[in-house]
């Protein structure tokens, strides 16, 4: 009786797993070349999201008030705004916490542009107010009396 001899080799060889290695280094160090500044970069962008959302809720708060109140006379208005804050303070109040880099009367010239009130003679109708959060992205809106 003949009985077949298996010559039959099961496994990968050393010089085939070190190729496998090799080559899977080599390609990982080329994904972490491409990729390794926008990975490490992706937290930046969500944190300015999260202050955006932030700095938007500020303003909603603050509109908010100014819808509850209307100011009428000149009083209110300005209690109102002295509220907001002064420019280049940073404030952590009722609306949120945001640095005012803006907050003072404008009015606009007959072309619709908008002028500095250099001698304080605004009619005190269109309030400009700019606020910041922690990325320094501003948020500009006007309230009108």
């Known amino acids: 009786m003949n009985v077949p001899i298996c010559n039959?080799?099961?496994?990968?060889t050393l010089i085939e797993i070190i190729i496998t290695l090799l080559v899977a280094v080599i390609i990982g160090g080329i994904m972490t070349q491409y990729l390794g500044s926008a990975m490490s970069q992706t937290s930046t962008a969500m944190k300015r999201l999260a202050d955006g959302t932030k700095l938007h809720a500020v303003a909603?708060?603050?509109?908010?008030?100014?819808?509850?109140?209307?100011?009428?006379?000149?009083?209110?208005?300005?209690?109102f705004q002295s509220g907001i804050g002064n420019a280049g303070t940073d404030q952590n109040n009722a609306y949120g916490e945001y640095r005012v880099?803006?907050?003072d009367f404008i009015r606009f010239d007959a072309t619709g542009l908008e002028m500095a009130d250099v001698y304080g003679t605004a009619p005190e109708d269109i309030l400009k107010i700019v606020i910041s959060g922690t990325?320094?992205?501003?948020?500009?809106?006007?309230?009108?009396?």
């Open 101 to 103: 880099i803006f907050n």
């Open 8 to 12: 039959s080799k099961n496994g990968f």
């Open 60 to 79: 909603d708060n603050i509109i908010g008030e100014f819808r509850q109140i209307a100011p009428s006379d000149s009083a209110t208005w300005n209690a």
């Open 135 to 145: 990325s320094d992205d501003a948020l500009t809106f006007l309230l009108i009396r």
